[in-house]
């Protein structure tokens, strides 16, 4: 069994990845929430991996760490939700933010998540509420990928005097309310950066 991949980055699409090793490229569903996780085109990372082998199809699986592995794992358990559905869970809602909204126990925010629905809300929150094996550490890891697209918005308002820290909060919270904006997913990066450069300094004010 693979436990992991190490090699160059060739290629990063929507719950995608393309590292090749060895002459070798592989092609492996990596949940959008990780993508973000992984370096650019042409630089090295490691992808811990999960090969799935049924009598139809083979698929690898990857993700940044062996603990969003393990989440991902932890979503299998689920009775109704398979690879492709914890993937898509997964793409859809941060590690940090779906072990909180779990642990709290929160089930309307559950059901907004796509691929979840009340049926599937109830039977992950009777699974796993409480039995979550992502660490604190790991969650500020896992949500900190989130803002790595917009590092150079956190540097620009630290060198101005903000506190980092806060600045990287405020970021994460925005990123997390802008992500179903169909008008600010249309946006240039460039864009997207000038749009959180404004509304993080009118919330730090």
């Known amino acids: ?13 929507p719950k995608q990845l393309l590292i090749e090793n060895n002459g070798i490229e592989w092609d492996i569903c ?16 490691k992808v811990f ?5 049924t009598d139809v199809s083979m698929a690898l699986y990857g993700f940044a760490s062996a603990e969003e592995r393990t989440l991902f794992f932890d979503l299998l358990k689920v009775d109704g ?4 559905g914890a993937v898509k869970i997964m793409s859809s809602v941060s590690s940090g933010r779906l072990t909180e909204v779990l642990e709290n126990g929160d089930l309307e925010m559950l059901e907004k998540i796509p691929g979840v629905g009340k049926k599937t809300a109830g039977k992950m929150l009777l699974a796993l509420k409480g039995k979550l094996t992502l660490s604190s550490s790991v969650r500020v890891i896992a949500d900190a990928g989130n803002a790595a697209p917009f590092s150079d918005v956190i540097v620009s308002l630290s060198s101005m005097g903000y506190d980092k820290k806060l600045v990287e909060q405020k970021v994460l919270q925005l990123v997390e309310v802008l992500k179903g904006d169909k008008d600010f997913a249309s ?19």
């Open 30 to 45: 990596v949940p959008d929430s990780n993508l973000d996780m992984f370096g650019t085109v042409g630089s090295e990372a």
């Open 81 to 84: 939700i398979g690879a492709k």
């Open 187 to 205: 946006k240039s990066q460039k864009e997207k950066e000038d749009i959180l450069f404004r509304r993080v300094i009118v919330e730090l004010a």
């Open 49 to 53: 991996t999960w090969l799935q082998h």
């Open 1 to 13: 069994m693979f436990n992991s991949i190490s090699g160059i980055i060739t290629g990063k699409f």
